[in-house]
């Protein structure tokens, strides 16, 4: 074999470090965003935030390795992007009122402290209930049968595990029968919330239906209907109901309003869900006639370099300072890509906003159909963009906070040979269902029928699909008396 050298030309992709990170900050929403930051301004001793309050940084001495305490005041860092959250920080005062009594200061006891009042955490639903077993006079044996059964219920305060199968998972030498169990569990029905213990939908509805009155209007009737009958109910075979309960439109009336007041789930106020609230990006106004959009200066973190760390590699450049001057450039490239992240968001937003004039106007109904290839065109950005800055970015306009990818729909054809949006006939759907005849629903067939009526070609399948989407009850299940 012959060996030889060969030259060859060829251009590829580089992600240089930078734009990584410019990609990455992109696809984050908000709240990501701001923890991302946290963790630069842990990490990078040359970025702050410009209204933060920071210590006074221990700097070195011109000429010397050593460090001390600069007493001076802070130099006034300018500012490198405007770019934060209203982050919460305590006033100037704050620190020096908080120094006196950890050192020591003197205090008149007869001053007020104002304590912080933080909230009270909500207790578990075990808690709860042990709570009130433990005010129970019932024989620790039963009590300990009780708070077997409370650990076995589901977040929704049921118990769904068979007695049967309680008792298999018990040592033999206790002796436990099923009538123990039995005599537990209505123990355990006895205790707030109501409903709770109970082993199926009509067990919790009746449980809860005992506990009122035996005066409360159309009581007896309820009790024999989730008993019994709550699948006919379920299926709104009021006819049959009728019959059953032999009484009048008003009086089934009376007795559905009253099943529908009680709560299926009644341990669902104890579970602890998270709660997730949405800073939007982006505030949309009408000025002069225009619908303009702007950031959401609550949601851009102003970030700045530390100017006494920027001053100290500039009258030092030996190699000793090469990690601060490293960390000098990540801090510019943060800031930098951070600017470019809101100006892209900005970018994209007022473009969605020209083009879905209509819906701030009008509403959903005067949505038009819009695609990620058609922003990207006008903006001529890549579509993969788009689609990053317009997920988890949300938009706050008088009609409400929307995240940008709801304005984006595929369309349907018309008979005049335009489109309309699926946002668009999803909202007519609703206005139609809404308006309906609770007597006499409409079908899908006719609501297929109608929009056909008004130009809009859109089959039964596909009613059927935007009215699901939407939870919206099929015909037989949205009749009513």
């Given at each position: 074999?012959?060996?030889?050298?060969?030259?060859?030309?060829?251009?590829?992709?580089?992600?240089?470090?930078?734009?990584?990170?410019?990609?990455?900050?992109?696809?984050?929403?908000?709240?990501?965003?701001?923890?991302?930051?946290?963790?630069?301004?842990?990490?990078?001793?040359?970025?702050?935030?410009?209204?933060?309050?920071?210590?006074?940084?221990?700097?070195?001495?011109?000429?010397?390795?050593?460090?001390?305490?600069?007493?001076?005041?802070?130099?006034?860092?300018?500012t490198v992007a405007d770019t934060?959250?209203?982050?919460?920080?305590?006033?100037?005062?704050?620190?020096?009122?908080?120094?006196?009594?950890?050192?020591?200061?003197?205090?008149?006891?007869?001053?007020?402290?104002?304590?912080?009042?933080?909230?009270?955490?909500?207790?578990?639903?075990?808690?709860?209930?042990?709570?009130?077993?433990?005010?129970?006079?019932?024989?620790?044996?039963?009590?300990?049968?009780?708070?077997?059964?409370?650990?076995?219920?589901?977040?929704?305060?049921?118990?769904?595990?068979?007695?049967?199968?309680?008792?298999?998972?018990?040592?033999?030498?206790?002796?436990?029968?099923?009538?123990?169990?039995?005599?537990?569990?209505?123990?355990?029905?006895?205790?707030?919330?109501?409903?709770?213990?109970?082993?199926?939908?009509?067990?919790?509805?009746?449980?809860?239906?005992?506990?009122?009155?035996?005066?409360?209007?159309?009581?007896?009737?309820?009790?024999?209907?989730?008993?019994?009958?709550?699948?006919?109910?379920?299926?709104?075979?009021?006819?049959?109901?009728?019959?059953?309960?032999?009484?009048?439109?008003?009086?089934?009336?009376?007795?559905?309003?009253?099943?529908?007041?009680?709560?299926?789930?009644?341990?669902?106020?104890?579970?602890?869900?998270?709660?997730?609230?949405?800073?939007?990006?982006?505030?949309?106004?009408?000025l002069k006639g225009v619908w303009?959009?702007?950031?959401?200066?609550?949601?851009?973190?102003?970030?700045?370099?530390?100017?006494?760390?920027?001053?100290?590699?500039?009258?030092?450049?030996?190699?000793?300072?090469?990690?601060?001057?490293?960390?000098?450039?990540?801090?510019?490239?943060?800031?930098?890509?951070?600017?470019?992240?809101?100006?892209?968001?900005?970018?994209?937003?007022?473009?969605?906003?020209?083009?879905?004039?209509?819906?701030?106007?009008?509403?959903?109904?005067?949505?038009?159909?819009?695609?990620?290839?058609?922003?990207?065109?006008?903006?001529?950005?890549?579509?993969?963009?788009?689609?990053?800055?317009?997920?988890?970015?949300?938009?706050?306009?008088?009609?409400?906070?929307?995240?940008?990818?709801?304005?984006?729909?595929?369309?349907?054809?018309?008979?005049?040979?335009?489109?309309?949006?699926?946002?668009?006939?999803?909202?007519?759907?609703?206005?139609?269902?809404?308006?309906?005849?609770?007597?006499?629903?409409?079908?899908?067939?006719?609501?297929?029928?109608?929009?056909?009526?008004?130009?809009?070609?859109?089959?039964?399948?596909?009613?059927?699909?935007?009215?699901?989407?939407?939870?919206?009850?099929?015909?037989?299940?949205?009749?009513?008396?």
């Amino acid at each position: 074999m012959k060996h030889s050298l060969q030259l060859r030309l060829s251009q590829h992709l580089t992600l240089t470090p930078q734009l990584q990170q410019s990609i990455r900050l992109l696809q984050l929403s908000t709240l990501e965003l701001n923890q991302e930051i946290e963790k630069f301004l842990q990490d990078n001793p040359l970025l702050e935030r410009e209204d933060g309050l920071r210590e006074e940084p221990v700097v070195p001495s011109p000429g010397s390795s050593d460090f001390t305490t600069n007493t001076a005041p802070a130099t006034p860092s300018d500012t490198v992007a405007d770019t934060t959250a209203s982050d919460t920080h305590g006033s100037a005062d704050t620190p020096g009122f908080e120094e006196d009594y950890s050192h020591g200061g003197t205090r008149d006891d007869n001053d007020e402290i104002e304590y912080p009042q933080v909230a009270a955490e909500t207790p578990s639903l075990r808690e709860h209930l042990i709570s009130q077993l433990s005010l129970t006079q019932i024989p620790d044996h039963d009590q300990r049968l009780v708070t077997l059964l409370i650990d076995s219920l589901d977040d929704h305060g049921y118990l769904h595990q068979d007695l049967a199968e309680l008792i298999e998972l018990l040592p033999p030498e206790l002796n436990i029968e099923i009538e123990d169990l039995q005599v537990a569990l209505r123990h355990l029905q006895n205790l707030d919330p109501p409903g709770v213990g109970a082993r199926t939908l009509g067990e919790c509805l009746r449980l809860q239906l005992e506990t009122l009155p035996s005066a409360t209007p159309y009581r007896g009737h309820a009790i024999e209907i989730v008993t019994n009958h709550l699948d006919v109910l379920a299926a709104r075979d009021f006819l049959k109901l009728k019959k059953v309960l032999r009484c009048e439109d008003a009086v089934l009336r009376g007795v559905k309003n009253l099943i529908t007041s009680l709560n299926p789930r009644p341990g669902a106020s104890f579970s602890s869900g998270d709660t997730r609230y949405i800073v939007p990006d982006v505030i949309v106004k009408k000025l002069k006639g225009v619908w303009l959009a702007a950031l959401n200066p609550d949601a851009m973190p102003k970030l700045r370099i530390n100017r006494l760390y920027a001053d100290i590699l500039q009258r030092n450049r030996d190699a000793g300072h090469q990690q601060l001057a490293g960390q000098l450039q990540e801090a510019r490239w943060l800031i930098k890509n951070v600017q470019q992240r809101f100006d892209t968001i900005l970018r994209v937003s007022q473009a969605i906003v020209d083009r879905q004039r209509h819906f701030f106007e009008h509403g959903e109904v005067a949505m038009r159909p819009l695609v990620l290839r058609e922003i990207a065109d006008t903006l001529d950005l890549h579509e993969s963009t788009v689609s990053r800055v317009t997920t988890q970015k949300f938009m706050f306009t008088a009609r409400g906070i929307y995240e940008l990818k709801y304005f984006f729909g595929s369309h349907v054809t018309t008979d005049t040979g335009g489109s309309a949006s699926s946002t668009a006939i999803r909202a007519l759907i609703k206005q139609l269902v809404s308006a309906e005849n609770g007597k006499k629903p409409l079908s899908d067939s006719q609501i297929s029928e109608i929009l056909g009526q008004q130009g809009i070609v859109v089959a039964r399948r596909t009613v059927a699909k935007y009215r699901e989407s939407m939870q919206i009850l099929p015909v037989n299940l949205r009749k009513s008396l």
